[in-house]
C-alpha cells in the first residue's frame, strides 16, 4: 500500500486524482486531502435538486459530481477526506464497507473517539453522522475505489444552507439524498487537535499499521490529473448536465403576483419551460426552451427580456 496526501485543496483536482490512481495505478492506494468549500453529488443524483445553487452562486462555492453514488456532501476546510483504493479478485467482494472502514474506525477508538457502524454504511458518534462513505468499482482494472468523508470541525450551518434547495419541487428518478443529524468530532477528542495535525495521524497509522510507504506526486502525475480536470471534473457537461431527466415546479410571489415555473431539463438543458405571471403566460418561456443551465447566461438572458434585476435574480433562483 501507499499513503499520500493531496498537494491541493481544489474539489476538482482531488476527485480528478481519485480517478486518475484508480485507472492508472496498481498498487493499494489511502489518499487524504482537504477541500475548500464545495458541495459533492453523487454520481447518479440531479445536482440541482441536490444543492442550493443560488447560494452556491452567491457565496463563489463550487459544485462538483465525483465518480461513485450515494448521497450529497458538504466540504470545507473542516473535513477530512480519505479514499482507499484497493484491488479485488474473483473471490474477494469488489464492494465490502466494513473492510475498508474498519481501519478508519480502529484509528478513531486508538484516540477515544466513540465512532460506531450505522445501518447505512456511515460513521456516527453518539447517533450523529459525521461520516458519509460510497464506492465505486472499476470492473476493467478489478479495482475499487471507497471514499469517505470525517467531520472534524466544520462550519455544519453552512453545511445545513448548501445543501437544502427548499420551494421547489423535482420529479425524477435520480437517487436522492437521505438527510441526517450530523456533528464534528473535535469535541470528543481528549487532546485539543486542528485538523490538520489530526489527518497527519490519521495518515501515520496508515503508515504504520497497515504497512503502506509515503509517496509524493511527480510531474508526470500531476500534468494527468490536471488534464483530467480539464476535460471531465471541472466541465458543465459532468456537473450538471450529467443529471438525469427532471420536471421541476416552483412558484414564488413578489409584488403582488405570483410567478410559477415548469419546466423539463434534459442533460442539463431545457427541453420545455412555461411562465406563468399571474395564470398568464409570458413571452420569456420560448426564450429560454433550448437553452443549458448555465447560472451566468440564463442570469443575462432573463434581465434582458424583463429588464428588472430583483424578478430576473428570483426567476434564475427558481430555474435551478
Known sequence: ???????????????????????NFTENIAFFYINTPCVVVGKHQNALAESNYAYLQENNIPLARRLSGGGTVFHDAGNINFSFIRNFTESAKSVDFRSFLNPVMDFLHSVEVPAEYSDRNDLLVEGKKFSGNAEHVHQQGKRTLHHGTILFNSELDKLGVAITNKDKNYTHKAVASVRSKVANIASYLKENLEVYPFTERIMNHFL?????????????????????????????????????????????????????????????????????????????????????????????????????????????????
Open 1 to 23: 500500500m501507499i499513503s499520500l496526501v493531496s498537494p491541493s485543496n481544489n474539489i476538482f483536482f482531488n476527485l480528478a486524482a481519485e480517478e486518475y490512481f484508480l485507472k
Open 208 to 320: 504504520e499499521k497497515e504497512g503502506a510507504e509515503h509517496y509524493t506526486f511527480t510531474k508526470e502525475d500531476l500534468g494527468k490529473i490536471e488534464q483530467l480536470v480539464k476535460e471531465k471534473f471541472d466541465t458543465w457537461e459532468w456537473n450538471i448536465g450529467y443529471s438525469p431527466k427532471y420536471r421541476l415546479d416552483a412558484d414564488f410571489e413578489q409584488n403582488g403576483s405570483v410567478y410559477s415555473i415548469h419546466t423539463s431539463v434534459l442533460k442539463g438543458v431545457m427541453d420545455t419551460c412555461e411562465i406563468k405571471r399571474d395564470s398568464k403566460a409570458m413571452d420569456l418561456s420560448k426564450c429560454l426552451e433550448g437553452e443549458r443551465l448555465e447560472w451566468n447566461s440564463i442570469l443575462k438572458l432573463v434581465q434582458d427580456k424583463t429588464m428588472d434585476p430583483e424578478l430576473a435574480k428570483n426567476l434564475t433562483q427558481r430555474l435551478f
